[in-house]
């Protein structure tokens, strides 16, 4: 039993919430730096990614789910370890926090000496005599070696009223109590500090819960599609049509962006609303936020191609355009050529031929070229033309242009806690306007025979300067001196 009690306590102490936040920023980092260099779309090109990172890292990465960190199940595991750590806090603190706040007492017994020294004291005798000049001798030797000047309970009471009006006017809230030794008082000020911090406290634990329902229930797919193909949304009747893709490129050739445009499609296939998404732009459907997120061209996939040819040394350059699955007899020959293979980034390997990633970097084609001399093939390099070769033909072939069949790459996500971080940020924001502009302060007096002093019980949101004191203490002295006068004058 105590051994529980000892973890739900270690759970809740500074140094857990310190540790905790420490490793889900780490893992926040990690996630964020992970889904920047990772891509998203592994599963889909398994064999490409296989192929370039080996099966072993593929499968490593496959299973720390770091193409999609902030759904693996290592990043949940900090998410909901934090939520627990944090609720427990919560429970275990608003009690406290609300008595501080909300509820507060005169002292029951305050002297000089005992707890906190103070931070302002002020003497009857002291004040009374503090006007008191060298050149007046009796005077000055009262104020030296004279007695203590003591106040009666009329006195008291008027002196707390005083301070009491003064403390007030610095927007404290006292509550007093008389007894035999004077009147005790407490004075409140900042009450919405600790609200402020439990508020803040609740929205960061909102903001959590929203993250894991994101987390756990939210979903993100990266989904690709060619002109006219129709994508039915997960978990939806709904679905979406795409009816362009462009590419924009600069005078250079760079690609600078790309644009999807889309038809929102209703249970029924009708479409109900268009939109224009690209990077850094996206549209939102129903509960799904739609981004342009990447494209691709296919393996073994092209529109048409322009291949140019020329029989013999001498011979006239012909161009012909074909497209996927086409046979075309080559004029003034009895050739007929046809595409057997495409590769949109051709490699070679240990074991043969391999497409090396889904953009047009190295594009190739492979050509069977059927008549008199037989079936020759051979690979054409769109970039690299020189490497062409097609053996015991006496012809020369290059290929001069290949358009590909571009797939747009859409990333479709829903996260159903969106409302409840966006509802965190917002009491976070509100609860850290209490927080800071409120500084809270509970002080501690006793208004006696002998005089004044103040006890600094609690503070927090910033120290009460020595300044705020000093200045205090010389108002106090103004207010307070008029009381005394009179009784010294008595005295003497």
């Known amino acids: 039993m105590k051994m529980k009690k000892g973890i739900w306590k270690g759970l809740i102490t500074g140094r857990t919430a310190v540790m905790l936040i420490a490793v889900l920023t780490l893992a926040s980092a990690l996630g964020w730096v992970f889904s920047e260099i990772i891509p998203k779309d592994i599963n889909f090109h398994e064999d490409i990614y296989r192929a370039k990172w080996g099966n072993f890292t593929f499968n490593l990465v496959n299973y720390l789910g770091l193409h999609d960190p902030f759904h693996s199940f290592w ?244 161009s012909i355009v074909i497209k996927p699955g086409q046979k075309i007899a080559l004029p003034s020959t009895d050739w007929t050529i046809e595409v057997k293979g495409y590769s949109p980034d051709f490699r070679k390997g240990k074991k043969g031929y391999y497409t090396g990633s889904n953009r047009m970097f190295n594009p190739a084609l492979r050509i069977e070229i059927a008549g008199s001399y037989g079936h020759k093939s051979g690979w054409l390099f769109l970039k690299y033309p020189s490497f062409n070769f097609i053996s015991d033909l006496p012809a020369k072939f290059s290929v001069d242009y290949i358009e590909p069949v571009y797939y747009t790459g859409l990333q479709i996500s829903s996260n159903p806690g969106t409302r409840l971080v966006i509802l965190g940020i917002t009491m976070a924001a509100v609860g850290l306007l209490f927080l800071f502009c409120s500084s809270y302060r509970l002080l501690k007096g006793k208004v006696g025979k002998e005089g004044l002093f103040i006890i600094i019980a609690r503070e927090s949101g910033g120290k009460i300067s020595k300044r705020e004191i000093s200045g205090m203490k010389k108002d106090l002295n103004i207010i307070l001196r008029d009381i005394v006068v009179a009784n010294a004058g008595k005295e003497r």
């Open 75 to 318: 990043y949940r595991g900090v998410l909901a370890f934090f939520t627990l750590s944090l609720l427990l806090c919560i429970i275990t603190g608003w009690k406290v926090l609300i008595v501080h706040s909300f509820s507060f007492s005169p002292p029951s017994f305050l002297r000089k000496g005992a707890g906190k020294a103070p931070a302002m004291e002020i003497s009857w005798s002291k004040l009374a005599r503090s006007g008191i000049e060298k050149k007046d001798i009796l005077g000055y030797y009262e104020k030296a070696f004279g007695r203590e000047i003591e106040i009666d309970t009329t006195q008291i009471s008027e002196g707390y009223s005083k301070v009491a009006a003064y403390l007030k006017g610095k927007r404290y809230r006292v509550k007093s109590r008389e007894t035999d030794e004077g009147v005790l008082f407490s004075a409140l000020r900042g009450r919405w500090h600790y609200p402020g911090n439990m508020l803040f406290h609740i929205a960061i634990l909102v903001i959590t819960i929203g993250g894991m329902i994101g987390s756990f229930q939210g979903k993100k797919e990266i989904m690709y599609a060619r002109k006219g193909d129709v994508l039915t949304l997960y978990d939806s009747p709904l679905s979406i049509r795409v009816d362009r893709f462009n590419i924009i490129q600069t005078r250079e050739g760079e690609i600078r962006s790309y644009i999807t445009e889309l038809s929102f499609l209703n249970s029924s296939g009708d479409s109900i609303q268009s939109e224009k998404v690209e990077v850094n732009n996206p549209g939102r459907y129903g509960r799904y936020d739609i981004y342009q997120s990447t494209y691709y061209v296919d393996e073994e996939e092209f529109a048409w191609a322009r291949i140019t040819y020329r029989v013999g040394e001498n011979g006239r350059a012909e």
